[in-house]
């Protein structure tokens, strides 16, 4: 039973073939084509002012030299959105949920923000390591804890994605099996199940859209940090 819980979570395979890469290229099929004309329909209108809404959300804490990444941070909360959503589905599976696949974005996102300030500003990137007024005896012990702290970054980010969706698709699949086991049983409790479950969804899809636009937050003022 244990095992089955935790199924949902191996990457689907056909033939030998790993699906996770149709997983994450799936939410691009539902971005609409290009035509003659910028706005072709309503959809095309509510795209355009999501977009327009997270690209203003996402470089209001940075200043014009963090502009250039706004196509990269955008592209990923986008992508991030569409994945853990869909993720919700019945009988699909959430590529976020994979630690290595969150550590793959976090990483060199990271590591980018990162080099950026050690070449345009390193004596500022590296002050952060040690706090202005820092008495002689700690600034080993205060060297050696920023420096951890700024390390960890990455790991962070990718366990922070990687735990909250991985809960939620547990605690879902936890009351739905009770759900259904407390059917025949005792229908009053299995209704009222069903009902926690329609609301643990609910706040699913909301734990969905704010991960990920946490992820991508967190990324945008690691940047601010190092321009």
Partial sequence: MNLSFF??????????????????????????????????????????????????QLMTPLNKNGHKWALILTSLMI????????????????????????????????????????????????????PEGTPTPLIPALILIETTSLLIRPLALGVRLTANLTAGHLLIQLISTASTALLSIMPAISILTTIILLLLTILEVAVAMIQAYVFVLLLSLYLQENI
């Fill in 7 to 56: 199924d949902q979570f191996t990457s689907p395979h056909l033939l030998g073939i790993p699906l996770i890469l149709l997983s994450m290229l799936f939410p691009a099929l539902l971005l609409p084509s290009p035509g003659n004309r910028w706005i072709t329909n309503r959809l095309s209108t509510l795209q355009s002012w999501c977009v327009d809404l997270i690209t203003k």
């Fill in 79 to 130: 992508l991030l959105l569409s994945i853990n959503l869909l993720g919700l589905l019945p009988y699909t599976f959430t590529p976020t949920t994979q630690l290595s696949m969150n550590m793959a974005f976090a990483f060199p996102l990271w590591l980018a923000t990162l080099l950026t300030g050690l070449r345009n500003q390193p004596s500022a990137s590296l002050g952060h390591l040690l």
